[in-house]
């Protein structure tokens, strides 16, 4: 029996000629037919409608200017703090998955490209 070749390992994820194991679900080799990067673009509706509606509230006077001062300052917040994340996509015979997602794209890239050195080195 061959030894099985790992070519990337780190909290929880592994890349071997065999198997991708990622976020608890494990992929055979032998079904992935391709991988690609993900992008993930965080939505912006709640912080959108706080800077909107908060714009209004800043017409009227007293309490009304106040709160949309908050809304406006809650909703820039929420805007610059939101994340894009990143992806593994992988492509099966039962169609595309995306298999691992985080906000560090320089460990999204070293899980591709060890995946498709497996793939390569599968043969």
């Known amino acids: 029996m061959m030894q099985e070749k790992v070519f990337f390992s780190l909290e929880g994820i592994k890349v071997s000629d065999t198997?991708?194991?990622a976020d608890g679900q494990t992929y055979h080799l032998?079904?992935?037919t391709?991988?690609?990067h993900g992008l993930i673009e965080p939505k912006r509706s709640f912080s959108t409608f706080c800077m909107l509606s908060g714009s209004f509230l800043m017409i009227f006077e007293d309490v009304f200017m106040f709160v949309g001062g908050f809304?406006?300052?809650l909703g820039m917040v929420a805007w610059f703090t939101?994340?894009?994340l990143y992806s593994v996509v992988i492509h099966?015979?039962?169609g595309e998955k995306q298999a691992l997602t985080s906000a560090n794209s320089h460990d999204v890239d070293r899980v591709i490209r060890a995946l498709?050195?497996?793939l390569i080195s599968r043969g």
């Open 34 to 36: 391709s991988v690609k």
């Open 30 to 32: 032998d079904e992935v």
């Open 82 to 84: 939101a994340q894009t």
């Open 116 to 118: 498709n050195t497996a």
């Open 71 to 73: 809304s406006i300052a």
């Open 19 to 21: 198997h991708f194991i």
């Open 92 to 94: 099966t015979p039962e």
